[in-house]
């Protein structure tokens, strides 16, 4: 990810202690770093490391002036006349210097352990990420497959009624002398245990992808406030901060998002005759939800112009990530399993893994293990693209069901015309 991607920028002005005066200028946000840069001269007067931070506060300056200070190291730094407001610059400051201590003391316990870390358990957690990305797609399209098969069950119920409809259109058609017209008036109640059977379906409650920490900004600028975002298989949830729902989006919801940068995304469900639910979303974690996000909403994502560089930085390094972990992963396997058998016979390695086979081998224990993940991963994907391929089957089915479904309505349409 780029760092020096700007996230937010606002108006403001900074009190400049080696001439005493307040400076005019734009106080700018990046993904690691606060800068603040002059509007008559364009120079950039501050600009610290987010991590450096000590402190992020709410002051008065001159007992008149509501002003944000930000204590780095040794250095009080004051802004005031901030726009929109002085809460939104600090409510967004703080999400994303708390989170950068969080992000940082997690790097600092990986950067300890990485000196007794071996190429076996660093391969380990790559395979385990990729293990976690897959099972969330597994359960997206689980959810995907349950609403194909609600689909199948309605159409079943409406093909049901459309006979039950065409035997009473028979009777009605009927003269007046058949003597078997009660009996067909009698259908309609033998039809009824199927949609009680259809009706005491539940629905089965489903289970978190991810959850992350966001700035929610509802319609206006100047109401912003923290809380969290939450992603299931059917849609997404908004909740504040003490996990009271705030706004929940089914997936039929939704009718566009829209990827600002990798830190903010917006959410709209579009409405006639009344104003739109849309709410913004800011966060230092968006970067991990925006795939899941691309995965689920596909034909209703759409990456702005400053989110393009995010895409193409993700999507095609992707693939090269994923064929590289396997080719490392099955090569140091092949190194361990048969030490013997020459490294530089085998057909389609670069040099970089035939150095990993001949420099770095792997104990048992993590041959082991990696042979576990991949053996999962593997019945994963067995999994995904069985379930994919019964989608497929499913919605040939359900086109059918539809095109047969609206032919006899047409054709009942032309009985009852002949009837009126």
Request: proline residues 4%; charged residues 25%; contains cysteine.
């Amino acid at each position: 990810m780029n760092e020096d991607i700007r996230i937010h920028s606002w108006p403001c002005s900074y009190y400049l202690d080696t001439t005493k005066q307040w400076v005019s200028g734009r106080l700018s946000l990046t993904p690691v770093s606060i800068k603040f840069t002059a509007d008559k001269t364009g120079e950039l007067l501050v600009s610290f490391h987010l991590s450096s931070i000590s402190e992020i506060k709410k002051e008065s300056s001159n007992l008149i002036f509501s002003s944000l200070t930000i204590l780095e190291k040794n250095t009080k730094h004051w802004f005031s006349s901030l726009r929109p407001s002085r809460n939104v610059v600090f409510n967004i400051l703080e999400h994303f210097w708390r989170e950068q201590l969080l992000s940082s003391q997690s790097a600092g316990a990986e950067a300890a352990a990485a000196l007794q870390t071996t190429k076996g358990k660093e391969l380990t957690g790559l395979l385990t990420g990729s293990q976690k990305r897959l099972e969330d797609t597994a359960k997206v399209l689980h959810y995907q497959g349950e609403q194909f098969d609600n689909i199948m069950k309605g159409l079943n119920k409406i093909e049901g009624d459309m006979d039950v409809a065409d035997r009473l259109l028979t009777e009605l058609e009927s003269p007046s002398w058949w003597p078997f017209s009660s009996k067909l008036w009698k259908v309609p109640l033998e039809a009824k245990p199927k949609e009680t059977a259809t009706v005491s379906d539940s629905k089965n409650q489903e289970g978190i992808i991810i959850r992350i920490p966001v700035i929610i900004t509802h319609r206006t600028d100047s109401n912003v406030k923290p809380g969290k975002l939450t992603l299931f298989a059917s849609g997404l949830e908004i909740s504040d901060c003490n996990s009271q729902v705030i706004h929940r989006f089914e997936s039929k919801d939704v009718d566009d998002i829209r990827v600002h940068t990798p830190y903010e995304i917006s959410v709209r469900q579009r409405f006639i005759g009344k104003p739109d639910t849309s709410y913004r979303l800011l966060s230092a974690k968006m970067p991990e939800a925006i795939p899941i996000l691309e995965m689920q909403f596909s034909k209703k994502i759409q990456f702005l112009e400053d989110a393009l560089g995010f895409v193409g930085a993700r999507n095609s390094p992707q693939v090269d990530l994923g064929t590289s972990i396997w080719q490392a992963a099955t090569g140091l396997l092949g190194g361990v399993v048969q030490p013997s058998s020459p490294v530089a016979g085998k057909e389609g390695m670069d040099n970089d893994q035939v150095q990993l086979q001949a420099h770095e081998k792997i104990s048992q224990e993590e041959a082991k293990e990696l042979k576990q993940i991949l053996k999962k991963l593997k019945g994963l994907a067995l999994e995904t693209e069985a379930e994919l391929e019964r989608q497929d089957e499913a919605l040939d089915s359900i086109t059918t069901s539809v095109d047969r479904a609206t032919l006899n309505i047409d054709k009942q349409n032309r009985r009852i015309k002949k009837l009126t």
